[in-house]
T-cell receptor, first 111, second 115 residues
């Protein structure tokens, strides 16, 4: 089984809808991250959490919110989706060493 | 603030040729540096990382990278390209020794390997 899982893997939604992307990990890591990937822009950090009670905004947090329900779960919400939030979203985790481990991604299309 | 610049959004090489993917960083102190690879329809996988130990770092699949402080570079190389190396490669940087790290990624370089 994969160490970092993301659900759903693909999602199509309409402008104005609220959606949630979920991430779970079995690596026992304290740190979790949400990134979005857009062609030609690489990955940009949305939010990150160093433990259950510590959540921080990344460089592009506007229009997003997160919830760290447990050490193993970190959810990303789009309160009112807009077309320019169409992207590939990745969750990642890391432990005491610096390497981040990525999930398979969620492809989101906002119509 | 730290940043990463990857020169060349697309690189094409012939099978068996040298692979060179360029990465330059900007940081007020020597950072930690990473190369990740993304195969089609997959997440990112760590190739190698520099964390202030040896400046020449060897990674998986025959890749290596050399940290050059004087040039603020961390270029990725492989002596002989294989068709399976076709993927997108990302250089990333994080501040060292802070205990609270988030990665800053470059914009990526897509490697194409011609038969």
């Amino acid at each position: 089984d994969a160490d970092v899982t993301q659900t759903p893997r693909n999602r199509i939604t309409k402008t104005g809808k609220r959606i949630m992307l979920e991430c779970s990990q079995t690596k026992g890591h304290d740190r979790m991250y949400w990134y979005r990937q857009d062609p030609g822009l690489g990955l940009r950090l949305i939010y990150y959490s160093f433990d259950v009670k510590d959540i921080n905004k990344g460089e592009i947090s506007d229009g997003y919110s997160v919830s760290r329900q447990a050490q193993a779960k970190f959810s990303l919400s789009l309160e009112s989706a807009i077309p320019n939030q169409t992207a590939l979203y990745f969750c990642a985790t890391s432990g005491s060493e610096e390497t981040q481990y990525f999930g398979p991604g969620t492809r989101l299309l906002v119509l | 603030a730290q940043s990463v610049t990857q020169l060349g959004s697309h690189v094409s090489v012939s099978e068996g040729a040298l692979v060179l993917l360029r990465c330059n960083y900007s940081s007020s102190v020597p950072p930690y540096l990473f190369w990740y690879v993304q195969y089609p329809n997959q997440g990112l996988q760590l190739l190698l990382k520099y964390t202030s130990a040896a400046t020449l770092v060897k990674g998986i699949n025959g890749f290596e990278a050399e940290f050059k402080k004087s040039e603020t570079s961390f270029h990725l190389t492989k002596p002989s390209a294989h068709m399976s190396d076709a993927a997108e490669y990302f250089c990333a940087v994080s501040p060292p020794h802070t205990g609270r790290r988030a990665l800053t990624f470059g914009s990526g370089t897509r490697l194409q390997v011609q038969p």
